[in-house]
């Protein structure tokens, strides 16, 4: 199994253009959710997902759009990107009983 | 008030040492407790869960105080590979996980 796999690993962005980030389990996990990590912060959950269909806002969503269309996918959209946004999305799974399966990681520079 | 709060160190100990971090947390609710190791520049692993009776999984144990809302994890033995941020993480009822700025653990030969 690969697990949580998140592309790009790295990203440079100007300031007012849009992307999105990939991310795709195998494990068959119902929930998924997008983290921002940022020094002294921690992670900070910006959306997560209960299962396909069915998407819920974070502790930090705003400039952040996201879909479940599948249970292995879980696409992370930057609107109009802003130098704030410059940080290190981990996208990550998990099921009931177990903790969090975390992708490697996207470092993203917004310039 | 965070939900979770840990000393963030940094820890520096000697090969061969007994290193001790505790993590409080803020909802008495809350249902499951997990420690995550994280390496420079790397994703969070799953190093344990913690169990109300706590658990011992090698030169590691972790502990939990619920009357007190906090957990802990005891690394015995300290290798030079024990180097890493060490993540108390914290589940609610409405499973939402909390996590801690970390604490940073560097053991020294």
């Known amino acids: 199994n690969a697990g949580v796999t998140q592309t790009p690993k790295f990203q440079v962005l100007k300031t007012g253009q849009s992307m999105t980030l990939q991310c795709a389990q195998d494990?068959?996990?119902?929930?998924m959710s997008w983290y921002r990590q940022d020094p002294g912060m921690g992670l900070r959950l910006i959306h997560y997902?209960?299962?396909?269909?069915?998407?819920d806002q974070g502790e930090v969503p705003n400039g952040y759009n996201v879909s479940r269309s599948t249970t292995e996918d879980f696409p992370l959209r930057l609107l109009s990107a802003a130098p704030s946004q410059t940080s290190v999305y981990f996208c990550?799974?998990?099921?009931?009983?177990?903790?969090?399966?975390f992708g490697s990681g996207t470092r993203l520079t917004v310039v | 008030r965070k939900e979770v709060e840990q000393d963030p160190g940094p820890f520096n100990v000697p090969e061969g040492a007994t290193v001790a971090f505790n993590c409080t947390y803020s909802?008495?609710?809350?249902?499951?407790f997990f420690w995550y190791r994280q390496d420079c520049r790397k994703e969070p692993k799953l190093l344990m869960s913690?169990?109300?009776s706590g658990n011992e999984d090698g030169r590691f144990t972790a502990q939990l105080n619920r009357a007190s809302q906090y957990i802990s994890l005891l690394i015995r033995d300290s290798k030079l590979s024990d180097s890493a941020t060490y993540l108390c993480?914290?589940?609610?009822?409405?499973?939402?996980?909390?996590f801690g700025t970390g604490t940073s653990l560097t053991v020294i030969p």
């Open positions: 913690v169990y109300s």
């Open positions: 909802n008495s609710a809350s249902q499951s």
């Open positions: 997902s209960v299962g396909a269909g069915i998407t």
């Open positions: 993480v914290v589940r609610d009822t409405g499973n939402q996980f909390y």
């Open positions: 990550a799974s998990f099921r009931q009983g177990y903790g969090y399966t």
């Open positions: 494990m068959n996990h119902e929930y």
